[in-house]
Each structure stands twice: as C-alpha cells, then as structure tokens.
C-alpha cells in the first residue's frame, strides 16, 4: 500500500501567480483534507472533499478552491498567491471511521 | 485563548525515560482525540486515535484522556533517540470532522 501520495514535494512561485497541488489517497480511503502549516505551528484545516463535493470548509479565503475526482484523487487550487500563502500543505485521506493519514506534504515557497 | 493549547517545548530527556506530552483545550465538543509523530519536514504520522475519556496503549505509547478536566496526554516508555520528533495532539467533534491541533511539543531524546 503507497499511502498517501502528495505532488509535487516542493515548489516555488511568485505572488499573484496561481498553484494546484495534487492528492492520491490512500488505498480504500473515500474522503480527502487538506490542511495548511506554517513553520512552527500546528496544521490549519482548509477544506474536506467526500463523494466529489466540499463537505467541510475552514476559515480560508475563496482563493484556495479544490476538487475531488471519481478516483478520490484531488487537487487544491491557490489563486493571487501571497507570500503568507507560503507553507507545508497537507493532505490527509480517510475512510468512514475517521482516523485520518497524511502525505508527505508540498512545500509552497511565495517570493 | 487558542481552542487547543499545547507546550511548544523543547523538551529534553535522556534516552531510557518516561516522556509525558499534554494538551488542554477549551471546546466541550471535543469526542475524538488524536497524537500524530512528525518529523522535520514531513507529513505527521498517525500514533493514538481514541474516542471519548479513558486510555489507550499501544506499544511503548500510551494516550489518556480527562474530558472532565479537558486535558490529554501521551507517555512514551523507555523513550528511544528515534523518538526526537515534534509530537502534535488533534481532536475534533466528530468522525471524519475536520481535525483542531495543537502547536507541537518538540522533544529531544538525548543518547
């Protein structure tokens, strides 16, 4: 079993400029999280994507959009980066139960 | 007043010792709690998932929970150098309900 797969491991963008990151879930998993964290802090919960819809929603702005495809798989978009959008962004897939496993991360840098 | 509070440390013991990690938190809602394991610059790693108060041990780790008090712990026995990671606790309302963490207690586990 891979566990959860996250790409790409890191990159670097300009403000204003636009990023997607990507999410393969774990094998059996229906449900995708993505969190937000910054150096030195606990993760931040941005939204929960189950059955193709956003079910859950933190307190993030409209620039950070996603998707859930029919394979579970998912993206997260970040619109008018700016540079406190610079973080590890995990994703974090789960099943019915709810015990939720995480991906290595991407790592943002905004200059 | 953060709804999970947690010492953001470091803490530092010899290899051999009894390590004990804590995290109060303020939201009576809270059912499920959880302790992730992460190392520098990667995804946290799933240690204890318990629900509701009482204790759970697994291995060297055990996680106990006081909802009476709002307080959580987790002990590490015989505490090893490969357990020098930051130990962040998460809990949430419900099943597969977005996670509210802590900060992290980094510790250090000295030869």
């Known amino acids: 079993d891979a566990g959860v797969t996250q790409s790409p491991t890191h990159l670097i963008k300009t403000r204003g400029q636009q990023v997607t990151l990507r999410c393969s879930p774990k094998?059996?998993?229906?449900?995708v999280s993505w969190y937000q964290q910054a150096l030195g802090q606990g993760p931040q919960f941005i939204f929960q994507y189950y059955e193709e819809e956003e079910r859950q929603r933190g307190n993030f702005p409209d620039r950070f959009s996603g998707h859930q495809f029919p394979n579970y798989s998912s993206e997260l978009n970040v619109n008018a980066l700016l540079l406190g959008d610079s973080a590890l962004y995990l994703c974090?897939?789960?099943?019915?139960?709810?015990?939720?496993?995480f991906g290595p991360g991407t790592r943002l840098t905004v200059t | 007043q953060k709804e999970v509070e947690q010492d953001p440390g470091p803490l530092s013991v010899p290899e051999g010792a009894i390590v004990s990690l804590n995290c109060t938190y303020s939201n009576s809602a809270f059912q499920y709690f959880m302790w992730y394991r992460q190392y520098s610059r990667k995804g946290p790693e799933l240690l204890m998932y318990?629900?509701s108060s009482g204790n759970k041990e697994d291995g060297r780790f055990t996680a106990q929970v006081d909802k009476s008090s709002k307080y959580i712990s987790l002990f590490i026995r015989d505490s090893q150098p490969s357990d020098s990671a930051t130990y962040l606790c998460a809990m949430s309302v419900d099943s597969n309900y977005q996670l509210i963490w802590g900060a992290g207690t980094k510790l250090i586990i000295k030869p």
């Open positions: 094998s059996g998993h229906d449900t």
């Open positions: 318990t629900y």
């Open positions: 974090a897939s789960s099943s019915t139960w709810g015990e939720q496993y």
